[in-house]
């Protein structure tokens, strides 16, 4: 979260009356314009961000205090909740727009008031304006009032160009930055509010902020006798302190021979060591979070073609398993007939061989057995005399006579 600290004051100088006018909103969202009762105090920017305007008036018979009076109040006008649409902080052009806008405004108004009093004929107001909004300032400013950063180690930057005679030859070429400021030309503007010879035209400007950084709103009356340097030397050793800085910024103008009003209004962009480093483990936890979703969906994926390569091989293997089941159900009701049949018929020849087998062995005994006369005794050479023989001894010793 941006945070900030803000102080801002004006000094008459050596002139009789302070035509100069500035305000400070530290919170938009509360439309409260009034300086912080400690200017210390570490303030954190709302949602509608916080403003500072400095201007500078102009014009004889306190008609320039009354110029820059009506350009702070319609900028006060201009930002209150009620007048501020939300959808002006949707986008930087929008944004610059209604500065534009509001920059407008206050001319009109100014120049209304010229027309009803007629004695204050000639008035007219600078005025700069810084709204910062996140970590974006935007500049507007019409005049030579300026808005300066200062970010430490890198020194001191413009953020506005004066609308000036002078910068004008600058910008050509023709002058240096101290012979404009010594030039005896420098009070002369091209662009102001209450100008009768143009319309008001601002510029604005989009400028990204940094840590610890400054922004500072003057009026000429410190710009117009310091340099560039003294006001970067004041606002790098008093960074700490922002009324300090405002003080000592005063002196130095004073000091260099400043005669006008001198009008300056300070913010330090600033942030805790516990603000910056929550906001440095925000990215850590983060990116340790998207390792996460990271391994997580990567499981999800391989899960998920696990799942499908599953379902894959059941589709491939399935068929088959059910070719082979209907296969051996065939077999139970043919093809196992079929191998049951054979296998008793080749089972039948063996015994059938066996069998012969066996009578061909009884019979080969048997004829052998019958060959010698009887089982287990050896054949004699001459059978036919033994059965003669035989014969006579049964009948007597004669021959039987048979049929």
């Known amino acids: 979260m941006v945070s900030f600290k803000l102080f801002a004051g004006t000094d008459v100088g050596l002139r009789d009356n302070n035509e100069d006018n500035f305000t400070v909103s530290p919170d938009l969202m509360q439309n409260e314009w009034m300086m912080p009762a400690d200017h210390q105090q570490v303030i954190p920017l709302g949602e509608r961000g916080c403003l500072m305007v400095v201007a500078d008036g102009m014009g004889g018979q306190n008609a320039g205090e009354v110029a820059s009076a009506i350009a702070i109040e319609t900028v006060q006008s201009m930002f209150a909740p009620e007048n501020l649409p939300d959808k002006v902080l949707s986008k930087p052009s929008s944004i610059k727009d209604y500065l534009k806008k509001v920059v407008s405004k206050a001319d009109s108004n100014v120049k209304k008031y010229s027309k009803e009093y007629p004695e204050a004929e000639g008035l007219g107001s600078t005025i700069v304006m810084a709204w910062v909004i996140g970590n974006k300032a935007y500049i507007a400013w019409l005049g030579d009032s300026r808005a300066y950063a200062l970010v430490s180690g890198q020194g001191i930057k413009r953020l506005s160009k004066d609308h000036s005679y002078v910068q004008q030859l600058v910008d050509e070429g023709k002058l240096t930055d101290i012979e404009a400021m010594n030039h005896p030309n420098s009070n002369i503007i091209t662009r102001s509010l209450g100008d009768t010879s143009q319309k008001a035209k601002a510029d604005v400007e989009e400028y990204s902020l940094q840590d610890c950084e400054i922004i500072l709103l003057c009026s000429d009356g410190l710009c117009g006798v310091c340099t560039d340097d003294e006001i970067a030397g004041v606002l790098t050793e008093e960074a700490n302190d922002l009324q300090v800085c405002k003080e000592q910024l005063t002196d130095i103008a004073l000091d260099n021979g400043g005669s006008d009003n001198i009008t300056i209004a300070l913010m330090q962009i600033s942030c805790n060591e516990e603000e910056k480093g929550e906001e440095e483990k ?90 010698a006369g009887s089982f287990g005794t050896t054949p004699k050479e001459h059978p036919e005399e033994e059965i003669t023989e035989s014969k006579g001894k049964n009948n007597g010793g004669s021959p039987t006579q048979t049929d």
């Open 282 to 371: 925000k990215p850590r936890k983060h990116f340790c979070k998207k390792i996460l979703f990271g391994i997580f969906a990567l499981l999800v994926v391989v899960l998920i073609g696990l799942f499908s390569m599953n379902r894959l091989f059941q589709k491939v293997s399935t068929p088959s398993k059910v070719q082979t089941t209907d296969s051996v159900r065939s077999l139970g009701k043919s093809d196992t007939s079929k191998v049951t049949k054979s296998r008793y018929e080749q089972q039948t020849k063996v015994k059938q061989k066996v069998q012969k087998l066996q009578l061909q062995e009884i019979k080969d005994e048997v004829q052998q057995n019958l060959g």
